[in-house]
């Protein structure tokens, strides 16, 4: 591997592809291309990260159910097939994994940008913008030379996923409600690429998994909780994966 290497790490693995017909232990590599999965030199699995298009952590596959617990699954696409790669460790290494890998697929995503498109219930004269996407500790950042879109994923009261017509063309669009300082506001957000806007939602959901499950740790009364929740509820109207990895064509 000629690139710089971001994750490397020892676990237990499971493919579809591999020639092993068991869960094996062996190495993880992942640089800002490729993702390597190798029990050694003759056997090892390379899948480039924009052959990708979906990742689930903590879903076991069904056929692997009763042999892994903590896991990352990674749907990805090879000479025109559909393939699944399964990684099981600890807890904090599968989180820590899972982190950089969705950055290393996601961070400096060309998207288009309008903030705010509304504030309170006015809709506001901003035009869509280029920027780039960056996904930072508990927020996500949209980027250009002017300047730098900082969403807090605690601060979203609410996100979908809808069609609108920009620049003449119907194209997915990320609508982000969120109250930055109190004030109600929409962010909308899309790319080109329907692989990496599937991705995104798909990280935007395990997020706020995370945050409900910090939520519920929290000794608070049944009004704080309900008003906590409120705060923080999330519609995904349009998962695909009904929470687990389907075998549908993946989107390019």
């Known amino acids: 591997m000629s690139e710089s290497v971001i994750a490397d790490f020892v676990a237990t693995f499971d493919s579809n592809v591999l020639r092993t017909t068991e869960p094996v232990k062996g190495r993880i590599l992942l640089s800002e291309k490729r993702l390597v999965l190798a029990v050694g030199d003759n ?3 390379t899948v480039p990260l924009t052959s990708i298009f979906d990742v689930a952590v903590g879903q076991v596959p069904e056929e692997l159910d009763g042999f892994f617990h903590a896991t990352v699954t990674i749907a990805f696409q090879k000479n025109d097939k559909r393939f699944v790669a399964a990684i099981e460790d600890d807890d904090d290494k599968i989180e820590k994994f899972s982190n950089v ?19 309170g219930g006015r809709v506001t004269d901003a035009e869509f913008e280029a920027a780039k996407l960056f996904l930072k500790p508990k927020q996500v950042e949209f980027s250009n030379e002017e300047k730098t879109v900082a969403i807090r994923l605690a601060a979203v009261t609410e996100f979908d996923q809808t069609k609108r017509r920009i620049g003449g063309t119907k194209r997915p ?10 004030d109600a506001m929409l962010t909308q957000a899309t790319t080109d690429s329907a692989r990496k806007m599937a991705i995104l939602g798909r990280y935007l959901r395990l997020e706020y998994s995370d945050l409900m499950a910090e939520l519920k740790d929290l000794t608070l ?8 929740l409120l705060s923080i509820r999330v519609r995904a109207t349009k998962e695909c994966h009904s929470h687990r990895l389907s075998a549908r064509t993946p989107p390019r």
């Open 43 to 45: 056997d090892k699995l």
């Open 101 to 119: 890998l969705f950055k290393a697929l996601l961070n400096g995503t060309d998207m288009t940008v309008k903030h705010p498109a509304r504030v």
């Open 173 to 182: 669009v990320l609508d982000v409600k969120h109250m930055p300082r109190g």
């Open 221 to 228: 009364s049944d009004d704080q909780k309900e008003l906590q």
